[in-house]
């Protein structure tokens, strides 16, 4: 990253930015395959992007809220009392934007009991006398006060909005203010409606801005009471002290219990290896390429692996190479149970304990279609036993009869990691493995919902210790990446029992910190891993597809779809390749002559995204034909073509992948397909739904919906009469507190 010859600090005021880069996209949020909205983390990230490039700051950091109570609500209670829950989308995406800026290599700084806005004040002070040229970067009005000779507002592109640099000069003449301090004096009038600063009544933005460009500020205001008249010399009067606590809750504070540390806000280099992880993870495929470059792929990145329930980081690591322990330096006793013998002393070991920590090894991720390689299992510490299974289906499920009872038994804990894989794959053998169970995934899901849960990064963190990575055993993944059933039997006893070891271990750790919190414990035992095979169920259940249908529906749309083009081809006076944006931008921007607003892409092309179009659309037809078609198209490729070619020839059907460890606010999400996100906005999205039907005459499909549940909840808690009557007669709730109001 280029640096500039004198010193630049950017400050971003995280969720400011990231509430604006959410509501951005309210209306058409980014939604990936896996049914997360990506919104406010893509739009995070793109400003990010721009900012660097385009400013090229010698020095950055990302300033986040404490979580802690701050001195505004000791000294108001009210203060953001008014203020909406975040949104559960935003909640899931801080931590993912926090793991983006630390791949960035950009300091995320936090000060307990206190607010970004005064932390990046009293850098931004601090930085000014060390010779900076400060700039916060922020959308909200407050920061106005703190502008100076060398320290700038800077308010990012938005929407049709270029960014804007405010400075001195520009501060007093939006403000009508001598020096921006009055800033403060001017919000103490007004109050603010999303703080819930109150202010005083009757008096707004334009009268605050005159009466303190008269009078100087607030106490200038007061020590003129006689000069004001009628209603408003009687609320300044009033409301004196509220104006008073109004000033004090607007001031930003410039001195927080924070340093500069010089060294550790340089801009740098970015870990390009953790963006494209992460950014494989998101979908990002645009964004990624923007950042990476046009070799990033997607799809050659970071998958799941659900051999493990972990990821698959693309990377070869031999753990001896990582440091601390590893299977090469750890005494273990893994043993192979590999005749009858050997099994039937296994299976009576099994049937005595009152726990067991077992795997599978399987031949692909697909649990609804693959074989099963073998077992593992281990009932103490750094032991363990691995079950081969024959390539030969019949021999292998007579070797698994021989463990029904092991998997049906009501008294054994099961234990493993994403155990839910390990479940299904001994369903479509005709096994039922049964409660009781503990998963370790979902231990560590409830236990720290914001971090990753994969076996890799557990083993490292609570056990100091790096498990063998599945690709020493079957290569990279890849075209030219192998199976389980490649590997030497030595090689897979060792890896598959490490597994069984690991999750014994990391179940003692876990356990104990679930018991600390009782409801937390609870809700594990009681919700998390019941729902274990109920999803599991569905998941095998799967869901009927109408193959006719969508073969019919594919060719209306392949016929729409063509003659959009033909409009949009006519529109234009030429045909030309619709997918390539250069082409399009040449014909809408240069021969049609559509006025072109906003900046080039990078690559120095007119911008032909979707936000764009939209914007032409009203004034432009061609625009409204090309949207049209995208949407066409999109619907045929993402759900029509796609569909059929998921169902399972063992049973013709789709079986989703539910997860249950995604989302930290405990939301379910699906994948392969995402069934959460059938299309529902247009006719002709809707219309793939008609694709889902019931299995035979005998069976409906059932839409269930919780109407209203958020004020059922609220007539619970409150006990309000007239509500919980309203619910228990199924009367409207709307309607009856109309009907009372009147």
Not at 86 to 108: G, L, N, Y
Not at 202 to 230: C, P, W
Not at 579 to 601: D, H, M, N, V, W
Request: with cysteine; aromatic share 8%; hydrophobic share 35%.
């Amino acid at each position: 990253m280029n640096k500039t010859s004198h010193k630049k600090l950017f400050l971003l005021d995280a969720m400011a930015l990231i509430y604006r880069a959410y509501f951005a996209m309210s209306r058409n949020p980014l939604i990936n395959s896996k049914g997360m909205n990506v919104s406010a983390i893509s739009g995070f990230t793109s400003t990010l992007k721009e900012l660097l490039d385009n400013e090229q700051p010698t020095h950055i950091a990302v300033v986040f809220d404490s979580m802690e109570p701050t001195a505004r609500e000791e000294t108001y209670s009210e203060y953001k009392a008014n203020r909406q829950e975040m949104p559960e989308d935003i909640s899931e995406s801080i931590p993912v934007i926090k793991q983006i800026v630390t791949a960035f290599h950009i300091p995320i700084l936090e000060e307990s009991g206190y607010e970004a806005d005064d932390v990046i004040g009293t850098l931004a002070k601090k930085a000014e006398q060390d010779g900076y040229e400060v700039y916060m970067v922020t959308p909200d009005k407050d920061f106005a006060q703190l502008v100076s000779d060398n320290i700038y507002m800077y308010k990012p592109a938005y929407m049709k909005n270029p960014r804007k640099i405010l400075g001195l000069d520009e501060i007093k003449k939006e403000w009508n203010v001598q020096n921006p301090e009055q800033v403060i004096d001017i919000l103490g009038m007004w109050g603010d409606a999303v703080d819930n600063i109150p202010g005083i009544p009757g008096i707004g933005e334009k009268t605050a801005k005159k009466l303190v460009g008269e009078y100087g500020s607030l106490e200038g205001v007061l020590e003129h009471l006689d000069q004001l008249k009628g209603k408003q010399q009687e609320n300044v009067r009033n409301y004196a002290d509220q104006a008073r606590l109004s000033k004090q809750l607007a001031t930003i504070m410039d001195d927080a219990p924070v340093e500069i540390d010089e060294e550790e806000l340089v801009c740098s280099e970015p870990d390009r290896d953790k963006l494209a992880e992460l950014f494989a993870e998101l979908e990002f495929r645009s964004l990624g390429k923007r950042i990476l470059g046009e070799e990033f792929n997607v799809n050659r990145q970071t998958q799941m692996n659900l051999f493990e329930g972990e990821e698959d980081d693309q990377t070869v690591v031999k753990p001896e190479d990582a440091g601390g322990k590893h299977i090469h330096n750890t005494e273990h006793d893994y043993r192979l149970v590999d005749t009858q013998e050997k099994r039937q002393e296994l299976i009576e070991e099994l049937l005595k304990a009152g726990e067991v920590f077992f795997d599978t090894e399987t031949t692909s991720v697909d649990a609804s279609n693959c074989f099963l390689v073998g077992l593992s299992v281990s009932m103490k510490p750094h032991t363990g036993y691995y079950v081969p299974l024959p390539d030969n289906e019949e021999q292998a499920r007579a070797i698994l009869e021989e463990f029904r009872p092991f998997f049906e038994s009501e008294t054994i804990r099961k234990i493993g990691q994403n155990i839910k894989f390990d479940i299904l794959v001994l369903r479509w053998q005709g096994f039922v493995v049964k409660e009781p169970l503990f998963d370790t995934l979902i231990a560590h899901y409830l236990l720290e919902p914001e971090m990753r849960h994969n076996m890799t990064i557990l083993a490292e963190s609570y056990l100091g210790y790096t498990p063998e990575p599945i690709e020493n055993l079957i290569g990279k993944k890849g075209k030219n990446q192998g199976n389980m059933r490649d590997v030497p039997i030595d090689k897979i006893k060792e890896y598959a029992i490490e597994d069984a070891d690991i999750t014994l271990q990391l179940k003692q750790k876990f356990a104990p910190l679930l018991q600390e919190d009782e409801k937390m414990d609870e809700l594990f035992r009681n919700v998390e891993m019941p729902l274990i095979h109920v999803l599991a169920d569905m998941e095998y259940k799967g869901v009927n597809i109408d193959k006719e249908f969508l073969s019919s529906y594919a060719r209306e749309l392949d016929q729409a779809i063509q003659a959009l083009q033909k409009e949009v081809y006519e529109l234009a006076g030429e045909s030309f390749n619709l997918e390539s944006p250069k082409q399009l931008g040449a014909i809408l921007f240069e021969k049609l002559a559509i006025p072109y607003k906003g900046r080039k892409t990078k690559t120095g092309q007119y911008s032909t995204s979707e936000e764009k179009l939209a914007d032409l659309a009203g004034d432009y037809k061609i625009a409204e034909k090309i949207l049209d078609y995208r949407e066409l198209h999109k619907l045929k490729s993402t759900y029509v073509d796609a569909l059929p070619k998921l169902i399972n020839p063992k049973d013709n059907r789709i079986h989703t992948t539910l997860n249950q460890a995604v989302a930290a606010t405990g939301r379910l999400s699906s994948n392969n397909p995402n069934l959460q996100n059938i299309p529902i906005r247009t006719e002709k999205g809707r219309k793939i739904r008609k694709a889902f039907i019931p299995q035979d005459e005998q069976h409906t499909l059932l839409a269930a919906d919780y109407s209203q549940i958020e004020l059922r909840l609220v007539a619970e808690i409150s006990e309000d009469g007239a509500m919980l009557e309203a619910f228990r007669n199924d009367i409207d709730i709307h309607a009856a507190t109309a009907k009372r109001a009147k």
